[in-house]
DNA sequence: TAGTGGTCTAGACCACGTG
DNA sequence: ACGTGGTCTAGACCACTAT
């Protein structure tokens, strides 16, 4: 079976440039070697180095080579689609989940319209806190499409609930669309988040699909402003 | 010359996707017939289609075919790396820029850090209103790289430094560095900036980098907290 | 079983940077 | 001139979905 190669390259290279075995300002090896190193044609290293270039590993210079960029100043992307379960477990510090409130819910009519729900499809609601130091910096409230995820229980929310679904339903959680917007603390803010002198929250609204393109959650992530914080690499396109 | 057919490939389906000539929810024709159609090989149809897929215009699915995505709800994507005279340009409303400042500086400590400059490198020092409505609703400050840019105008400044850069000097920019924070207000925004009971501005710094790796921009554009947005298409990825 | 996308190959020719 | 990456090709075999 052929088992995709060519992410065990971008692996094995992006681990390097990360541990600085490579270091930054380098030339990667030409792509002849790394095709005679890996015993893979020249297409499949390419699609690995494709793959470094896209993620700010390196840049690839015509004629030249495929220079290593210094990858240190960006790691805890909350970039991309990432759990917070995994940004947590990558940190130094010490997150707690706190699960506030998890019910069955008939969407009503906005909602319905926002996720493009049938009549008779029901909502999973999860309201968590997201904890460090004793304060609640973020609270998340997720709705799932119960047709999708029919059991959930309080245990898996306070644990990850993305694990559960690709672990344990074996979802193929696949793409989001995402808006961030800054706006004043709502009621459940006030309740819920560990509010000082902040005058403004951050929240991420994402609607996420899985595999087949179906919808399958709605998130609403509120950030306390002065603990908010993107981080992200971006490419010019020239289409 | 081989002239990046999976470009035209490309360009050509995202237009239809976005103009609905083909629906959200219907299937793009299979790559066997997009090859006969282009006249080209699998792999060139699959890179096209892989771009479409990255760009959120299609989901691939394996034994059925290319769903064809809804691509509306993510116009005006601040997200990539994209000048703020683009996005003006393909918005509906009047924006006008205003250059508050332009000048030479040699960079102090902390700027040199941050750019790893050397001791000799001046830098241009730009501060520009975007207004809109008669309202400063961002404020840019931009620090250039005088090695790379030896020659910069008020005129370039309030028409497009990109549009310059590449199209005039034939710089070619290629990626950047980010981070979104939410921060008080400093005196400079109070200056400039439009603020009515705003207490928060969105600050956006990037780090930006030419062709060869080289740093040649950095920029912190800072945004009244009311009108900033940002839209992403995300794709888990399973590394 | 037929048709779709997913991965890989071996080879070709072109464009760019360096010596 | 040489070595580098950039693009494209024609073909192979596998994995998944539909019927």
Redesign the pocket.
Known sequence: ????????IYNELALKIREKTIVAGE?????????ERY?????????A??LL?RNGYIQ???????VVLDVSRFEFPISGLTSFHELATHSEEEWQTVVNQLVVIKPYQKMRQVMNLKENQNLWKVIRSRMIGGETVILDTDYLVMDSVPILTEDICRNSIYDYLENELHLKISFAKKQITVESPSEEDKRYLTLSNETSVVVIRSLVYL??AQLFQFTESRHRADKFRFVDFARREHL
């Open positions: 079976m052929h088992e995709k190669k060519f992410l065990n030339l990667l090896p030409p792509e002849s070697d790394l095709c015993q893979v044609s020249r297409e499949t290293v390419r699609k180095l494709a270039s690839k210079i015509q004629g030249k080579g495929s595999d087949n």
